[in-house]
């Protein structure tokens, strides 16, 4: 079998060599790539040959690509490179893959016209001053050749590994049995759906409540399906770090019985995670890890590939046993494995990794996206650009000379804005063309700055130039998914500033394309209802399919109560304490255990727990408070064991509102106030009626607050059945629970009961 690559991906793989350097120096954008290479084409001859194709063979490897230009009347091949500044900072290890480039491009045109010998150029254009720099060599085609067989040599051999790994993986997948001797209820037809849509290449919302294994019940399917549609990779993306290990756990089961299975499985973790000297910068200079990295990369991949089990502490053991960065061996060895478990951000973000390497490569994907609800909020914040007023007072202050005049007439159309600030909070209908051209004019300038002075850069300059360069890239997509406002505050240092937003609210246009291009996409989670909200807002394709899979629990394992004679609406709340506690006090008497208690907001949990300790201060409480950390998180978590009774007080839509697992005794019951609806502030009433503007069919009071809500009343209520043997109950403190709307939002298996005070 011939196994197909292209001449970068050829020359990438055997011609990278030498030190990992992440110093910030700035390159030409892509506008600017594409400009440049029309402008060192257009100076060429009418005879100038541009964008060549060629091809050609060696015994198993069939190697093309397009060669930027040819000139046939001097018989010279260029590759042409774009940069900004000085050329001499162009680091030598970029220079040696460029003419690995353009030698293979030369050894294919010699071969396809049949030439004893080429010029070759490596054509440097400065996009700032579009001066050229040629460096030149002829070169006859017989050691053309030999180069190129060289290269094809190294290659092939790891080609046809991976052709072998790809065989013996499908084969394995083929006869992969599911790990237990039956699904659990529910599990199988969840199962069933998954292998259709990727059969069919569609793809599915699966709203599915916990306790039925949802994550074996979507890769074991997803995996079965990868033989027979010849699918290339499997990308599983969570929220949070729980549905990685989550993830993991359902992968490892798969495996036992036959630790050599050659599924590749990767844990691909963020950066800040996983470096392990954050007092270095990534280049070889400063960090050892960093310094010929891409010489002790070749081992350190097939080292790590053998083990093909690579959570992130296997992948930490390889990357120092071979002395390279683990980070950035991850991010390699995402291009060889064949399952991928990461967040969701490296699909789904504007510059995501595993999207780019699918598109470059033309992979055929399929992505899992577990607790999909979160996928809204998360995709809103990918799509979102923020400027303060503040910072960028203090950047004016410390900034170069060079940059205060592009600075000062960015601060004067920002200050022109503050003028017409009506309010404290005003949301304007577009974004000003004037500032977003001083904006664009400082990005420039600071990143001719930048290149001039690559090194010692204060953070604040770098921050502000990333953060408008996302700005300036967001205004150019600016339309109805988004909206610009301005929010002022008022500090005593400066006296008033304002904060600039342009905040994303429908990620539909930005995701669509993410899911029209892998062949299949499972989104699960236990709240996923309304279809059609999040089909809306997510940018799914008209035909995803929706199914609520059966639930594994009975009704008689959760009793549900709402409480019929109660209001938590804002206005009512002070009248609420006392009932509310009365109720609390009660349930936890009658059946002593552990419960937790969601309120809406810090300051409507301190008041009625604050009213319970004076009235019951003999039953046990826990709170969870604004800014806990990872340890004090775990600290309340461990708080509720199988011996231990108490109520622990928590936020709705917190980190204890999903995600948590507390089966059994560990949790026994929970008390809801509110619908969760998000606070009646003027973003969310333009969200409001935004939604209405975009989906005329719908209310848009529902998408902007109602569906939001609901979602995490369910979510909290199900940490409480965990299992078929858990029995719980569950407390819905709101006479608005029992309307007909709202009741048919919630789970099906729930049988609802009216509860007076």
Sequence with gaps: ????????????????????????????????????????????????LAELPLSGSYPGLFVSGRADG???????????????????????????????????????????LDLQEVELAVVYFNV?????????????????????????????????????????????????????????????????????????????????TTGIGKTLGTLFPQLK???????????????????????????????????????RVLEHVARDKTCEHPDKSCHGESCPLAKGFYNRLPEAR?????????????VRTVALAHQVCPYYLSQELCRWVDVVVCDYNYYFDMGALLYGLAQVN????????????????????????????EEFHELCRIAPSGLRSVLQRVSRHWEQLNQVQQVDYQIHPVVPDLLVAALQRAVSAITDHLTDYPS?????????YLNAMLFCR??????????????RQDTQAIGDHTTLCLRNIVPAPFLASRFSDAHTTTLFSATLRPARYYQDLLGLPEETQWIDVESPFSADQLAVRVVRNLSTRYQHRESSLMPICRLMAEQYRSTPGNYLAFFSSYAYLEQVRELFMTLNPDIPNSVQTRSMNESERQAFLDGFTIHSEGIGFAVLGGAFGEGIDLPGKRLIGAFIATLGLPQVNEVNEEVKARMQQMFGEVNGYDYAYLYPGLQKVVQAAGRVIRTVNDQGVVYLLDDRFGQAKIRDLLPTWWKVEPYRL
């Design 362 to 389: 033309e992979w055929r994907v399929a992505v899992l996206v577990d607790e999909a609800h979160n996928l809204v909020e998360r995709a809103r914040g990918m799509y979102t650009a923020e400027l303060d007023q």
């Design 225 to 263: 399906a990868m033989p027979g549609q010849q699918l290339d990779r499997l990308f599983f993306l969570t929220a949070k770090t729980p549905g990685r290990r989550l993830a993991l756990d359902a992968l490892h089961s798969l495996r036992e019985g036959n630790a050599a299975t050659p599924l």
């Design 456 to 464: 010692g850069q204060d953070p604040l300059l770098l921050q502000f």
């Design 1 to 48: 079998m011939t196994y197909a690559v292209a001449v970068r991906a050829l020359c990438e793989f055997t011609a990278k060599e030498g030190d990992l350097d992440l110093r910030f120096t700035p390159s030409p954008t892509a506008q600017e790539g594409i400009a440049g290479h029309q402008t060192v084409v257009g100076r060429r001859g009418s005879d100038y």
């Design 70 to 112: 040819y000139d046939p009347e001097r018989n010279r091949l260029e590759e042409i490179k774009t940069h900004r500044g000085d050329i001499s900072r162009i680091p030598a290890n970029h220079r040696a893959l460029h003419w690995a480039q353009v030698k293979v491009y030369g050894w294919l045109l010699c071969q396809q």
């Design 128 to 208: 700032l001053t579009h001066t050229e720099n040629a460096f030149i060599e002829v070169m006859s085609a017989a050691d053309l050749q030999q180069f190129f067989e060289r290269q094809c040599q190294r290659f092939l051999v790891w080609a046809e590994q991976e052709e072998a790994h790809r065989k013996i993986r499908d084969a394995y997948l083929d006869t992969l049995r599911f790990p237990y001797p039956d699904f659990r209820r529910g599990q199988r037809q969840l199962a069933e759906a998954v292998y259709r849509s990727a059969r069919d290449g569609h793809t599915l919302m699966a709203q599915a």
């Design 302 to 314: 097939e080292a790590a590939l053998r083990q093909s089990w690579l959570t992130q502490e296997q």
């Design 474 to 487: 967001l205004s150019e997509a600016y339309g109805p998914h988004s909206l610009f406002d301005v929010t």
